[in-house]
């Protein structure tokens, strides 16, 4: 079987350019990868179109918009996983037009495809009082117990994503003094992140625990593994925090913010940081962000809440009725012969 141009150039993109060229970390091409699985699916599936029999020239802007479409529709996939899906192909593109310069007008229809605007969703984080209520909940007397409190109090005084904390290895945690954390961002970045006394207090007695402090042989055993000793996944994380924040709506639901994932502890995070004065250069340097401008988002959700308070705080002045000038005829007359 003759294998078509659109075969070959998925398969240079995706084991060559992406980590060859483009040095994507291996979360990012697999995103890109499920791109094009179901893209091949909706061909086969709702265009009749055999996998081999696909030609570049047969990616039109007009079948891609309908590729999108059928996420929505069939997938029931939000405008974010949405727009995934379409800078995947939009890199893709990129790739074909430099290799294969007689899809170039193609190409360039492809690219002018426009991202699908999202809404906005207001941003979740905990208060201190609930933070202080969340990290109370795993039971300490417990191992799993004890996994899960330092789970919970690294993912928010590291403020670091969820694939972050998932791939931390033991050499990442330097408990000596001063402790830090190094973590492994998107897009390769690594940054080094300090953490508090009592936070470093808390892995050194994880650490212990489990048995790597001064051995060398687990320097690259996950930090947080499952019950079958492999590293947790993204699910796992977002498993453990639901179970706990469930039972401490139990005791305070109003402590619990709206929707609650992994990342709401990085948002409660910078918040807290924002609120206690720490300048936003540093915050930034925190979260691991490019431009402060992407930090900046934190400032309008705490301008937000000095609003609210200075409303809550702000009294309606009395006042006075206005009386109907026209019931009083001496005021009326005087007025009408005023500068007569």
């Not at 141009?5 to 091409?29: E, K």
């Not at 990129?94 to 207001?122: D, F, T």
């Not at 690294?154 to 694939?163: H, I, S």
């Not at 936070?199 to 930090?223: C, H």
Request: net charge positive; charged share 25%; aromatic share 8%.
């Amino acid at each position: 079987m003759n294998q078509t141009d659109f075969a070959l150039h998925v398969t240079g993109f995706l084991s060559r350019y992406l980590p060859g060229q483009r040095n994507l970390s291996t979360n990012t091409i697999a995103s890109y990868r499920d791109a094009f699985k179901l893209f091949l699916v909706f061909c086969e599936t709702d265009r009749k179109m055999k996998a081999d029999k696909i030609r570049i020239s047969d990616l039109t802007p007009e079948l891609l918009t309908e590729y999108l479409a059928w996420i929505e529709r069939v997938r029931h996939c939000g405008v974010g996983t949405r727009n995934q899906r379409l800078a995947a192909f939009k890199s893709f593109f990129h790739y074909v037009a430099s290799i294969q310069p007689e899809h170039l007008l193609n190409c360039q229809r492809v690219l002018g495809l426009p991202m699908k605007k999202a809404a906005h969703r207001a941003m979740n984080y905990f208060s201190p009082e609930g933070l202080h209520l969340l990290l109370s909940q795993p039971d300490t007397r417990t191992p799993k117990g004890r996994r899960d409190h330092a789970l919970l109090v690294l993912l928010y005084d590291t403020a670091a994503r969820v694939q972050e904390i998932i791939d931390l290895r033991v050499r990442d945690v330097r408990l000596e003094k001063p402790t830090t954390i190094t973590l492994h961002g998107k897009g390769r970045k690594t940054r080094v992140v300090p953490v508090t006394t009592k936070t470093a207090s808390i892995m050194e007695g994880y650490f212990q625990e489990k048995g790597w402090i001064g051995r060398s042989g687990t320097l690259d055993f996950p930090v947080f593994m499952n019950s079958r000793k492999c590293k947790l996944s993204r699910a796992g994380v977002a498993h453990i925090l639901s179970k706990h924040v469930r039972s401490m709506s139990i005791d305070g639901s109003h402590h619990v913010p709206g929707s609650v994932s992994p990342h709401c502890l990085r948002h409660t995070k910078a918040i807290h940081l924002l609120k206690s004065g720490v300048p936003l250069i540093y915050i930034r340097d925190i979260l691991g962000h490019v431009s402060v401008t992407t930090t900046e988002i934190y400032t309008k959700v705490d301008a937000e809440e000095k609003r609210k308070a200075l409303e809550a705080a702000y009294e309606v002045p009395s006042q006075d009725i206005i009386p109907n000038w026209e019931k009083d005829r001496g005021l009326m007359a005087w007025l009408s012969e005023l500068c007569g």
